[in-house]
T-cell receptor
C-alpha cells in the first residue's frame, strides 16, 4: 500500500542534542511538508519542498533544518537551537497541483529529557 | 495575518446524536476550505469546498461553505464511536507563493460515547 512512513513514533532529546525525524513516501508525490502540532494550536508549517534538491522555510523554521536529496525522503533535523522542541511532528505530501490536499504520516512525538 | 478559528474546541456526545462543528476564517485571497479527520495520529482528508452553498456529502458527514460570512460547518448525523477524533479545518489561500498557504484551525475534539 502506498503511504507515508514516519519514524520513530517516539523520540527523546537531551539538552544540546540534534535529532533527526525520518519521513519516507512511496506515493510518487513531488511535494512534501513538515508540520508541528501543539495542544490547542493549529498545525504550523516548518518547511516544505516542492521538488528534489529544493526546499523553503515555512512559518516556524527557526531551529530546524531539512534536506531533500531523494523524491521519497524528507528528513527533519531538530537542532539544539530549537528551545521548545516538545511537540507532535507530522510529515505530509501532495500531488502536483493539489497542494491543499495533504496525505499525512502517523507522526513522531518528540519530548525533551 | 490569516486566521482560522474552530468551535467548539471539544464536544462530548452519545451515539446517535447529531453534531455540528464550526470553522470561521479570515484570510487574504481565499482558494478553498478543507476538513480533515485526525484519528489517533494521521489526519485524513474529508472534504474540500470552494463554492458557497454547495453541500458536500459522504455518508453521514456533510459540509457547506458560506464565503460571504466566511465560515463552514461540518455536520455528522447519527454519530458512532468511530467518529471520535479531532476534526481539523484548514483554509488554502494564495499566500504569494507557488505553493499557496494552508492555515489550520485549532481543531475540535469530538468524543462519542456508546
Amino acid at each position: 500500500d502506498g503511504g507515508i512512513t514516519q519514524s520513530p513514533k517516539y523520540l527523546f532529546r537531551k539538552e544540546g542534542q540534534n535529532v533527526t525525524l525520518s519521513c519516507e513516501q512511496n506515493l510518487n508525490h513531488d511535494a512534501m511538508y513538515w508540520y508541528r502540532q501543539d495542544p490547542g494550536q493549529g498545525l504550523r508549517l516548518i518547511y516544505y519542498s516542492q521538488i528534489v534538491n529544493d526546499f523553503q522555510k515555512g512559518d516556524i523554521a527557526e531551529g530546524y533544518s531539512v534536506s531533500r536529496e531523494k523524491k521519497e525522503s524528507f528528513p527533519l533535523t531538530v537542532t539544539s537551537a530549537q528551545k521548545n522542541p516538545t511537540a507532535f511532528y507530522l510529515c505530509a505530501s501532495s500531488k502536483p497541483g493539489q497542494n491543499e490536499k495533504l496525505f499525512f504520516g502517523s507522526g513522531t512525538q518528540l519530548s525533551v529529557l | 495575518e490569516d486566521k482560522v478559528v474552530q468551535s467548539p474546541l471539544s464536544l462530548v456526545v452519545h451515539e446517535g446524536d447529531t453534531v455540528t462543528l464550526n470553522c470561521s476564517y479570515e484570510v487574504t485571497n481565499f482558494r478553498s476550505l478543507l476538513w480533515y479527520k485526525q484519528e489517533k495520529k494521521a489526519p485524513t482528508f474529508l472534504f474540500m469546498l470552494t463554492s458557497s452553498g454547495i453541500e458536500k456529502k459522504s455518508g453521514r458527514l456533510s459540509s457547506i461553505l458560506d464565503k460571504k460570512e466566511l465560515f463552514s460547518i461540518l455536520n455528522i448525523t447519527a454519530t458512532q464511536t468511530g467518529d471520535s477524533a479531532v476534526y481539523l479545518c484548514a483554509v488554502h489561500s494564495t499566500g504569494g507563493t507557488s505553493y499557496g498557504k494552508l492555515t489550520f484551525g485549532q481543531g475540535t475534539i469530538l468524543t462519542v460515547h456508546p
